[in-house]
């Protein structure tokens, strides 16, 4: 089969697409025929080595994937092959074939594309636990949410949950045609954070009494003008860093405001941690995914595939996230959806 193999750890565009064995299906794994692989900015941190964990060398990169079930092992009862599932596993999703536990799988609507597939597994899982987990936003009916990066692929999920949740949503973007695409999906106000001071817009719009909940993909010195735009008893959700600056965070303002910093690493609980702790909290992401089905089915959100890339263009799709460029989520295709979509051909 064809796939991104990292040898070492490298930048992402020194990677590249050669044969590589078909995996094998090991106890309580499946085997998956993958038609779509979602693309983060996560990635190129995962394969140059600067990600949280270190998958062992060599290993076949990407964590988002959607597919086809082809085989099962032994002690995997969920899924039966022809199954459609999608996941965030551990490593290996960008290639024709993927082995994952069957534990970070979970089966798709009909109605839902491969590519949509692969945002739910990532993108709105991530939202749906920040946003909907008491321990960290706990998003209210009423609350004002600031939500940066809004057309990214976690952006668009925040605008869309928070609306169903029934918050205040402020979104950020840098362009006109991304303001309006946030508004379109919901926002109730929108800043142009290359335009105009989003803090001052932020106090504005809430008449100085400032927002009450933010969710941060960004980092830097947007998360140090978020705190300064927020209502007392507020939370901040760190979810990454696509700014590639790490907020020192300035406990004083913390204490002034009483406010609350509450980080997510969705795959803590996916078994990305020194202690895999996946199946201890299978039941609460099956859960949490499948509510995220559920709003899929009754139509309240809708997540935007941006663009679609051969797998031979692994490049150019991660550059286009890392541009941040992207609205919506970026995706691979492969097998019979690249045929479908006539993606490369």
Request: with cysteine; charged share 20%; proline share 5%.
């Amino acid at each position: 089969m064809r796939a991104v193999v990292v040898d070492e750890f490298k930048p992402f565009d020194q990677l590249e697409v050669r044969d590589w064995p078909s995996p094998e299906v090991g106890p309580k794994q499946v085997k998956i025929r993958t038609q779509a692989i979602g693309i983060s900015f996560a990635e190129s941190l995962l394969v140059s080595g600067q990600y949280q964990r270190r998958p062992p060398l060599p290993f076949v990169a990407g964590c988002e994937v959607a597919g086809i079930v082809t085989e099962c092992g032994k002690g995997a009862t969920r899924f039966r092959p022809g199954d459609r599932v999608c996941g965030l596993i551990d490593w290996g999703s960008m290639a024709e074939e993927a082995v994952a536990l069957e534990v970070s799988l979970h089966k798709m609507p009909d109605s839902m594309s491969f590519g949509q597939g692969t945002t739910i597994a990532s993108s709105y899982a991530t939202t749906a636990a920040a946003f909907t987990w008491q321990h960290l936003l706990n998003v209210q009916a009423g609350d004002w949410v600031l939500v940066h990066g809004a057309t990214g692929g976690v952006g668009m999920a925040a605008v869309e949950i928070g609306k169903i949740l029934g918050a205040r949503v402020i979104a950020t973007a840098g362009s006109a045609e991304k303001l309006e695409l946030t508004r379109h999906r919901g926002a109730d106000h929108s800043i142009n954070y290359r335009e105009q001071d989003f803090r001052e817009a932020v106090l504005d719009i809430t008449k100085g009494a400032g927002v009450n909940k933010v969710y941060d993909p960004v980092g830097g010195a947007v998360f140090m003008q978020s705190l300064r735009c927020m209502a007392p008893e507020g939370r901040i959700c760190p979810i990454g860093f696509a700014s590639g600056e790490f907020p020192q965070i300035p406990a004083n303002i913390l204490l002034v405001k009483n406010l609350s910093v509450c980080g997510l690493n969705l795959g803590y609980y996916f078994g990305w941690s020194p202690n895999d702790v996946r199946y201890q909290y299978e039941d609460l992401t099956r859960g949490l995914i499948g509510q995220v089905f559920q709003w899929f089915e009754a139509g309240r959100l809708s997540p935007p595939i941006d663009q679609v890339f051969p797998l031979s263009q692994f490049r150019e799709a991660l550059a286009r996230v890392l541009a941040r460029e992207s609205i919506g989520r970026v995706v691979l295709a492969v097998n019979e959806e690249a045929e479908r979509l006539r993606v490369g051909l």
